[in-house]
Each structure stands twice: as structure tokens, then as C-alpha cells.
């Protein structure tokens, strides 16, 4: 069974458009996360939602926007693409609490052209 | 700011002979510290982790780490590596008082030779 799971994994696009990433969690956890991993692996938090709640939000452009329906999801909304979105974006759930482990989806693998 | 440092950014192994990747962080503030690994094309699995208690860990796969207060480092280790071990390593610390943030080192990536 799927823990974390994220869709589409590939997702090729041009400069411009507007796409969307769906996380689901099947875990029971109340915490979803957004990573993005850059072209030299370098891993960084975005947003964070307890209980559909943001709590975490790094410097991220206004064009990403999360969006957690229920505790069991988050999406990922990201406006007007670039070329620097190019990355991978992953998703992570955790229970709450400072020593929890983080979860991880496989992946989704944004090209803009 | 906190950050996390991987001093090793690859790290070549022959199989069988034993590894160690390298984690320091910025703050001696009380921290939760883990291990993550990431094989290709995939996602992260957590291997280790520290939350209290004996400063030596064991994790899965083999590996353990050690946590060093005084010289705020977490190092990983394994003692005789296998091919499937050729994969990429997260170091990753989340402060106390910082909620659920978790701040990840540059990772290394260890390529195991036969």
C-alpha cells in the first residue's frame, strides 16, 4: 500500500502555464509538507498544513499556492511556470510533534520549457 | 541562520569496506537529528534518527550514527557496504521550538564500486 503518494511523477510544460501537483497520504497523519529539490539535490521545505492549517511558509513566490482539502491531502497549485520552477517537488506527511518522522511521496518531476 | 552542513558532497566505496558521511549543524540548541536516504529516481526513506537518549543509534540497512553534542555533529556510518548502498544521503535537523521545520544538509552521495 501507498503511503505517500503524489501525481502526475513527470509533468513537462511551457514557460507560462498553470499546473497542478496532488499529494495523498494514506498514513492517518495530520501534518503534509511541500519539498522542492533543486538540479544539485538541495532540499527544501516550502509550506507546511497541520489539520489543513498553514503553518510553514518559506520564501516561496505567490505563484505557489497549496491547498489542503481535507488532513489527507495537499496540492500544489503553481501559476504563470518558469523556467526556475524546473525541479523535483516532493510531498511528505509527519503526526505532529518536533521528533516525528517525515514520510516522503516519490517524487514529481517538473520540466518548463 | 541554522543550517546544516554535509562536508562531503560524493563519496567513491569499494564494496565491503566501510563508510562514513560527515553531518555538522549550526546550533548546539537542543535539536531531533536524521538520516535519510534517497536511491534514484525515488523518494526519501528515513534510515535513522535522534530524538534523545543514548547518543549512539542504529537504523536500518546497517547503518548507525552518532550524536556529538559538543562538536554538533551527527556522522553516519556503516561498517562493510554493498552495492545497493549506492544511493544519496540526507542529513537533516530539525531545532526544538522550530515546529516541524526540517533544514537538510546539501546530501552526499556515495557510489559503491564492486
Known amino acids: 500500500d501507498t503511503a505517500v503518494s503524489q501525481t502526475p511523477k513527470y509533468l513537462v510544460t511551457q514557460m507560462g502555464n498553470d499546473k497542478s501537483i496532488k499529494c495523498e497520504q494514506n498514513l492517518g497523519h495530520d501534518t503534509m509538507y511541500w519539498y522542492k529539490q533543486d538540479s544539485k539535490k538541495f532540499l527544501k521545505i516550502m509550506f507546511s498544513?497541520?489539520?489543513?492549517?498553514?503553518?510553514i511558509n518559506e520564501t516561496v513566490p505567490n505563484r505557489f499556492s497549496p491547498k489542503s482539502p481535507d488532513k489527507a491531502h495537499l496540492n500544489l497549485h503553481i501559476n504563470s511556470l518558469e523556467l526556475g520552477d524546473s525541479a523535483v517537488y516532493f510531498c511528505?506527511?509527519?503526526?505532529?510533534?518536533?521528533?516525528?518522522?517525515?514520510?516522503f511521496g516519490p517524487g514529481t518531476r517538473l520540466l518548463v520549457l | 541562520a541554522q543550517s546544516v552542513t554535509q562536508l562531503d558532497s560524493q563519496v567513491p566505496v569499494f564494496e565491503e569496506a566501510p563508510v562514513e558521511l560527515r553531518c555538522n549543524y549550526s546550533?548546539?540548541?537542543?535539536?531531533?537529528l536524521f538520516w535519510y536516504v534517497q536511491y534514484p529516481n525515488q523518494g526519501l526513506q528515513l534510515l535513522l534518527k535522534y530524538l534523545s537518549g543514548s547518543t549512539l543509534v542504529k537504523g536500518i540497512n546497517g547503518f548507525e550514527a552518532e550524536f556529538n553534542k559538543s562538536q554538533t555533529s551527527f556522522h553516519l556510518r556503516k561498517p562493510s557496504v554493498h552495492i545497493s548502498d549506492t544511493a544519496e544521503y540526507f542529513c537533516?535537523?530539525?531545532?526544538?521550538?522550530?515546529?516541524?521545520?526540517?533544514?537538510f544538509g546539501g546530501g552526499t552521495r556515495v557510489l559503491v564500486k564492486p
Open positions: 537533516a535537523v530539525r531545532w526544538r521550538g522550530a515546529g516541524n521545520k526540517l533544514t
Open positions: 546550533s548546539s540548541v537542543s535539536v531531533y
Open positions: 511528505a506527511s509527519s503526526q505532529e510533534g518536533g521528533g516525528e518522522t517525515q514520510y
Open positions: 498544513y497541520n489539520n489543513k492549517e498553514l503553518i
